[in-house]
C-alpha cells in the first residue's frame, strides 16, 4: 500500500513522506499509518471509522493513546488479559473423574 502526500499544511503531524519513510523502516505497520494518514488529512473522525471499518469507541481509544512523538502508539496492542483464571479443580478430584493414564 502507497500512502497519498497530504495537502493540509501546518499540522503538527509530519507529513506523509515521512510517514512513508517509518514505514518503509519497519518503525511502524502500514495499518498503523492509514489510520494516522486518513484521519488528519480528512478531519473527520466519524469517516474515518467508516473508512477503517471500525467503531466510534475503537477510535478514541485511539486517539486517546495517540502520541504525535512516538507514532508506535497507534500500533495494535495484545488482546491478551492480564489476569487469566486458573482450574480450581484439584488435582485429586480430577484424578477420580478422568481415571488412571
Excluded at 63 to 80: M, N
Aim: hydrophobic share 30%; glycine share 6%; with cysteine.
Amino acid at each position: 500500500m502507497y500512502i497519498q502526500p497530504t495537502t493540509t499544511y501546518g499540522s503538527f503531524i509530519p507529513g506523509s513522506e515521512y510517514i512513508r519513510s517509518l514505514v518503509r523502516q519497519g518503525t511502524i505497520s502500514a495499518a498503523a499509518a492509514r489510520r494516522l494518514n486518513h484521519y488528519y488529512r480528512h478531519k473527520n473522525a466519524r469517516l474515518t471509522c467508516w473508512y477503517l471499518g471500525i467503531s466510534p469507541q475503537t477510535f478514541y481509544r485511539w486517539k486517546r493513546r495517540f502520541d504525535p512523538y512516538d507514532l508506535r502508539s497507534l500500533e495494535e496492542e495484545s488482546r491478551r488479559p492480564l489476569h487469566v483464571r486458573q482450574a480450581e479443580t484439584p488435582g485429586a478430584v480430577r484424578e477420580r473423574i478422568l481415571g488412571p493414564g
